[in-house]
């Protein structure tokens, strides 16, 4: 672990390694003397005679780790700090007493020479509220601006520690396999077949890297030591190696777009379907340094492909967050792809002229096309023109965001893109069909609410194909979506 964590700050003329000192948004950060953002940290001393405590920062500065684990469930749950208990934890810690990941976490810690670590159960006050809300907003720039992340990768709770004594003894007595051939002039060869790496980037390779909360911290973390049961991983923003010294590029999420970011994120498993967004916060935050536009509710104003969502897969025992407007991705359960991989959607000429947000960002406002339409039974859609003439002609396909049917709607026709490519895989965007023609419209599909003028919900997105008359169908209207 020392050597390669001596490799990564030795390359110092080294382009790729340079990108490990510097943040998503491409500020350098000051490890040794930035101060730690967040309010407490664990002080594990330098050697097993130093007392573990708490500590409040209190601009303290230097070097920490930051620990990614899975809490497992109720009854393996790890060591949690309390208003009843937090004086204890800052007079000392027995350290014997602690869940064996934390422990463990100490001992690579003092190990590698850094004195302080930061654990989210330590660190946050499990029964405080308004201090969770506090240090849970500080999540991301605690990873981002730590040394190192220490990820228990393989461990499904704190209870097996960082080096998964706890595995079964058919488990624990594995060696990696190994081939041995033996040539015809006598000479041995062996083939050793290298321990699988830890993945973050949405895989779900191990049980940390399904965690939700963890996403943002593999995203944001500069360096890592993935301890998963095959062995020791090393990730930093130049390369992945391994205990045998294989070494791969790393991709560089950092040019991920947004949908992107989304997409691996709703792969991922959430306990409280109440912290989908709050467990994103640190990502948007920091990438926000970059971007122009507005953040609201897991949108970017600037972004019409950031409405341009589906559910290609239900997330069990979640029901949504009805207090969500019906245009975020975030107000539904389930795993989202969006309507295009390849980049955002272009706002077609005569579509789309303006969004905006309002009501803190829980309303968008939208100057864009607004057609009424008929849905028929399998999902073709029939466009209306303002006359009411029409609707006999299917121009498109819309796909529902849940089992409802709809037949009398309104069309919001906000991009469009010329890659066919996008819907050739059966029942991949929509249902497999080709458009009528080389380029087509991305469109969201909008329930008028009652008693509320010019007001909508979005229901579904679709794909209405460029026919000879469809500019009889783009005249743009100002409407609310909520």
């Given at each position: ?43 594990v001393g330098l050697d097993d005679t130093d007392n573990v405590r708490l ?428």
């Amino acid at each position: 672990m020392k050597m390669w964590i001596s490799n990564c700050l030795e390359c110092t003329d080294d382009k790729p390694h340079s990108r490990c000192r510097d943040t998503l948004a491409h500020s350098v950060v000051n490890e040794e003397d930035s101060p730690i953002p967040a309010e407490r940290i664990i002080d594990v001393g330098l050697d097993d005679t130093d007392n573990v405590r708490l500590a409040l920062t209190n601009d303290t500065r230097g070097r920490y780790c930051a620990l990614s684990h899975c809490w497992g469930p109720v009854d393996k749950r790890p060591t949690c700090v309390t208003r009843a208990n937090e004086d204890s934890f800052f007079a000392g810690i027995e350290v014997g007493g602690l869940s064996r990941t934390f422990q463990d976490a100490i001992l690579v810690t003092r190990g590698l020479g850094i004195r302080y670590l930061w654990i989210d159960s330590l660190c946050i006050v499990q029964d405080d509220v308004a201090h969770w809300r506090q240090e849970s907003a500080r999540m991301g720039s605690i990873y981002e601006n730590a040394f190192l992340r220490i990820a228990a990768s393989g461990a499904t709770n704190s209870t097996e520690g960082l080096f998964q004594r706890n595995l079964d003894r058919k488990t624990s007595e594995k060696r990696p396999p190994t081939i041995d051939l033996r040539q015809k002039n006598s000479k041995q060869a062996l083939i050793h077949f290298r321990a699988a790496r830890e993945n973050t980037n949405g895989d779900h390779i191990s049980p940390l890297a399904r965690r939700a909360w963890v996403f943002q911290e593999s995203r944001l973390s500069r360096r890592t030591i993935f301890f998963n049961r095959p062995g020791i991983t090393w990730e930093c923003r130049a390369c992945r190696m391994n205990e045998r010294n294989h070494t791969d590029t790393v991709p560089r999420s950092q040019m991920y777009s947004w949908t992107k970011h989304v997409e691996d994120y709703s792969d991922c498993v959430l306990t409280y379907e109440s912290d989908r967004l709050i467990a994103l916060e640190g990502l948007a935050s920091e990438l926000g340094k970059l971007r122009p536009d507005t953040y609201h509710l897991g949108t970017w104003l600037g972004d019409v492909s950031g409405l341009m969502w589906r559910i290609v897969e239900p997330e069990v025992g979640m029901r949504g967050l009805p207090d969500l407007p019906s245009w975020t991705w975030a107000s539904r359960p389930g795993r989202k792809r969006f309507a295009t991989g390849f980049g955002p959607i272009k706002r077609a000429d005569g579509t789309t002229s303006t969004i905006s947000f309002q009501d803190n960002g829980r309303t968008l406002i939208l100057e864009a096309s607004l057609t009424e339409c008929i849905v028929t039974d399998d999902r073709f859609v029939n466009l209306l023109r303002a006359d009411g003439k029409g609707g006999t002609t299917p121009t498109g396909l819309v796909r529902f965001d849940d089992a409802s049917d709809y037949q009398r709607l309104h069309c919001s026709m906000l991009g469009t893109d010329w890659n066919s490519a996008l819907i050739s895989q059966p029942n991949d965007i929509l249902r497999g069909d080709t458009p009528k023609g080389e380029n087509y419209y991305w469109a969201l599909f909008l329930q008028p609410i009652e008693n509320r003028q010019d007001h909508y919900r979005r229901v579904g997105i679709g794909l209405i194909w460029s026919t000879p008359d469809i500019e009889d169908y783009l005249e743009k209207q100002t409407f609310h979506l909520v």
